[in-house]
């Protein structure tokens, strides 16, 4: 099989893939890779990251952690990967088309986000205060109706980045063992990344490394968030973009804060400020401005600007491609 012959199905391989994810997402009778490193990362952390260690220990032990993690998951993933391909090209591709859409997470974050505003509308604030605490790691069952839906809107403007833009980043360059890789960091940082007494140091590798591979994917996202919310007929492109541009440092995240800066702008809303993790308040400022309050029907909408976002990125990725096949040819 050539590198042509292999481009070919890695590409179409990635069509399949981001049409099982909007289609069917993640069943959650199904088993899911990305909960398989997550056992790997608590594994490493409840043997490893003990309380008698010197920070410096607990630094070269994150290290070690983020590495060990990363290796198991390239070999994982392209073993599976290379047997397929190895057996028959369709198989190869069909693999590697699943193994694409378990990287994304553009259904299911709709649905659960979505379930946060059934639960508000449908039920009373604490079933609200459940369904959000199913998507955000901060405490939940303190929070007013408009923190949780506040919490539900930066879920879905930090994860346009986290769970549909950057996996689609990094399948694009590297196949399933980029996007996996990826996931891998990601998850890390959302288990042990934390600035508290328990994972400062032995989550600082995880924390670094995530910080670097969604350079590039969180501005993509705001960038791409702006023109989504220029189509969108309830919210204001030129707000998105003068926003992201004042408020994107804002943020204690050096990536997060510019697609949630970037919906905070095409709301109209504020988002962010202060948030309760592992019983700590993490003291964050806030981002846009109080155009007007915060309401439940945001939830959908920024959703649809995560889909429309998605829908952007591959129209440039379809017109690109069309253009290296043609000059090639």
């Known amino acids: 099989m050539?590198?042509?012959?292999?481009l070919q199905?890695?590409?179409?391989?990635?069509?399949?893939?981001?049409?099982l994810d909007l289609l069917v997402g993640d069943p959650e009778w199904m088993p899911h890779p990305v909960r398989l490193i997550g056992k790997w990362i608590a594994e490493y952390e409840e043997r490893w990251n003990l309380p008698e260690l010197t920070p410096e220990e607990k630094r070269e032990r994150g290290r070690r952690m983020a590495a060990s993690v990363l290796i198991m998951t390239v070999a994982l993933c392209g073993g599976i990967l290379f047997a397929a391909y190895y057996f028959h090209p369709a198989a190869g591709v069909a693999v590697e088309a699943i193994l694409s859409a378990y990287t994304m997470a553009a259904h299911s974050l709709a649905r659960e986000s979505n379930r946060v505003r059934k639960a508000l509308e449908q039920g009373?604030?604490?079933?609200?205060?459940?369904a959000v605490s199913r998507i955000?790691?901060?405490e939940t069952d303190q929070l007013s109706e408009e923190g949780v839906i506040r919490a539900a809107v930066e879920t879905v403007a930090g994860n346009t980045s986290d769970g549909v833009i950057a996996p689609l980043f990094y399948l694009l360059l590297g196949g399933p063992v980029a996007g996996f890789?990826?996931?891998?960091?990601?998850?890390?940082?959302?288990?042990?990344?934390?600035?508290?007494?328990?994972?400062?140091?032995?989550?600082?590798?995880?924390?670094?490394?995530?910080?670097?591979?969604n350079y590039l994917p969180a501005r993509l996202s705001a960038l791409l968030l702006v023109f989504s919310a220029c189509i969108h007929p309830s919210c204001s492109g030129r707000r998105a973009w003068r926003i992201l541009r004042r408020?994107?440092?804002?943020?204690t995240s050096p990536n997060s804060g510019h697609p949630e800066a970037a919906v905070a702008g095409a709301l109209g809303v504020e988002l962010l400020g202060d948030a309760v993790y592992h019983g700590e308040t993490v003291k964050k400022p806030t981002i846009g401005d109080a155009v007007r309050g915060i309401r439940r029907k945001d939830i959908s909408v920024v959703n649809v600007l995560m889909f429309i976002s998605e829908a952007l990125l591959l129209l440039f990725i379809s017109g690109g491609l069309l253009l290296i096949f043609r000059f090639c040819g």
């Open 124 to 130: 009373t604030l604490e079933d609200g205060r459940k």
């Open 9 to 19: 199905f890695h590409l179409l391989a990635l069509l399949i893939g981001i049409f």
């Open 247 to 251: 408020d994107a440092k804002k943020s």
């Open 181 to 213: 890789l990826y996931k891998a960091v990601n998850t890390m940082d959302s288990m042990v990344g934390y600035k508290n007494e328990r994972f400062l140091d032995f989550g600082r590798a995880a924390a670094r490394l995530d910080d670097i591979v």
């Open 2 to 6: 050539t590198f042509t012959d292999y």
């Open 136 to 138: 955000v790691g901060r």
